[in-house]
């Protein structure tokens, strides 16, 4: 995994896992990497590991149970939660990065469904 230097290591370690989950990567209910294990594959801090941790299980996103190791959420309820989360999250920071093109809300929704509908636009 590559960090980029914007965003803190913790937040992308989440993002990550987020992804994987997403992407059918990690199922509901899988067993993930120990904070110790992660730490040493990333080559990261373990302390960045403990906070990513942290903060997963208090989305609800894992659960920890002492000696048994880290696991992806069971609840699919909470999964879906957290895609349209990330989902409505990317939608709004693309409509904001078109916004600085200058373009009126009208015009860009036009140019996506132009797009989405497998036209060509060059204006």
Do not use: H
């Not at 996103?61 to 990330?86: C, H, M, N, P, Y």
């Amino acid at each position: 995994m590559e960090f980029n230097k914007i965003e803190p290591i913790y937040s992308q370690i989440i993002n990550d896992i987020k992804i994987k989950l997403f992407n059918g990567t990690y199922k509901l209910g899988q067993e993930i990497p120990s904070r110790r294990e992660l730490a040493k594959t990333l080559g990261v801090n373990p302390n960045t590991i403990q906070r990513a941790y942290r903060e997963m299980e208090e989305m609800n996103l894992i659960v920890t149970s002492r000696g048994q190791g880290s696991f992806i959420t069971s609840d699919e309820v909470i999964l879906e939660s957290l895609r349209k989360e990330a989902f409505n999250a990317a939608v709004s920071e693309s409509i904001e990065s078109l916004r600085s093109f200058g373009r009126s809300d009208e015009e860009i929704l036009a140019i996506i469904k132009s797009i989405w509908r497998g036209e060509s636009r060059n204006d």
